[in-house]
């Protein structure tokens, strides 16, 4: 690709950015004051401007930058750090990241633009984000529980136990109630729900960290969740396949609902079977049945309709 990109490397203070052909590069505070001078800096002329989507950090740049139209990319961690190694490059520095995502957006064709949210799907991601730590807080909490033996510590820690407890529900509600409030999701959630296993709250995790969904391959939807093995083969040597990156969050919502179909759905339960008189592990069959879980969901909602029973099979 030719033409003027832009890297920015987000911080909770900052923006660093650098602009490519030129290497220019500028740093402006991270707030809404100083966007439109960004903005201004950026240019009509820029063909892409690339960052990284790492914490709540870069969600008002979004809205703003969306908003006025400016092309941006959002570009995993992960990737922009193998393409800094193979270039060669082992310095991490805010401005050394700039200049590497400037120059990953120039040299990659086909990266996804991303794509404006509504104030819905926005309120689901927070939702979802906040979900996500208490469910990590109540994990933590019941940890904790097993090795406490003092009278007060265990009814401190029940109490904060029945509290996170009380905002998952109310969280879970408010989920619900989101999930209701715009066709599009409702109709995403009815389809995927109506996968056995699968609950309004894992389909609204996928929503949330999968809105890619419905739009990708099969194998291309296996591979962003990181479900699809890696094979490792050189010459006469083949190594075993294993799975490897994607997105973690994707693979931890399937996880509940792969132990479901396993028990319900007769076409992923043989899958799991055969895997299992194969010689496979428990372990990589459940990750096999997750592959074809997320594959599944991506043609149903691609094909905008619900799941149905597969016909019996004749004896």
């Not at 890297?7 to 740093?27: E, F, Y």
């Amino acid at each position: 690709m030719t033409g003027h990109t832009v890297g920015i490397d987000i911080s909770k203070a900052h923006l660093d950015a650098c602009a490519l052909p030129g290497g220019v590069t500028a740093r402006f505070s991270n707030d809404a004051a100083r966007f439109r001078r960004l903005m201004a800096w950026i240019g009509p002329d820029t063909d892409r401007v690339a960052y990284e989507p790492t914490g709540p950090w870069p969600r008002d740049l979004e809205e703003t930058l969306l908003g006025a139209g400016v092309p941006i990319y959002a570009i995993d961690p992960y990737q922009v750090r193998c393409f800094a190694r193979s270039r060669g490059r082992r310095a991490k520095t805010d401005a050394v990241d700039a200049r590497t995502l400037a120059q990953m957006a120039a040299a990659i064709d086909d990266l996804r633009p991303t794509r404006a949210m509504s104030r819905t799907r926005r309120d689901l991601a927070e939702l979802q984000l906040v979900r996500d730590a208490l469910v990590a807080d109540r994990t933590a909490t019941l940890n904790r529980g097993r090795h406490l033996r003092h009278d007060l510590s265990r009814r401190v820690n029940d109490e904060r136990l029945g509290q996170i407890e009380d905002q998952l529900k109310r969280v879970d509600g408010e989920i619900r109630k989101l999930l209701g409030s715009e066709e599009k999701l409702k109709r995403t959630s009815e389809i995927l729900t109506s996968i056995p296993g699968v609950s309004d709250v894992t389909a609204a995790g996928l929503i949330v960290h999968m809105p890619e969904l419905g739009t990708l391959s099969g194998p291309r939807a296996a591979s962003l969740a990181g479900l699809a093995p890696v094979t490792r083969e050189s010459g006469n040597w083949k190594g075993r396949a294993f799975i490897q990156g994607g997105r973690g969050k994707v693979r931890r919502a399937l996880y509940m609902p792969a132990l479901a179909a396993i028990r319900w759905n007769p076409g992923l339960r043989r899958k799991y079977d055969a895997l299992l008189a194969a010689g496979k592990p428990p372990k990589v069959a459940l990750i096999a049945v997750m592959r074809k879980l997320i594959v599944l969901a991506n043609a149903l909602v691609q094909q905008d309709r619900l799941w149905t029973p597969e016909p019996p099979v004749a004896a």
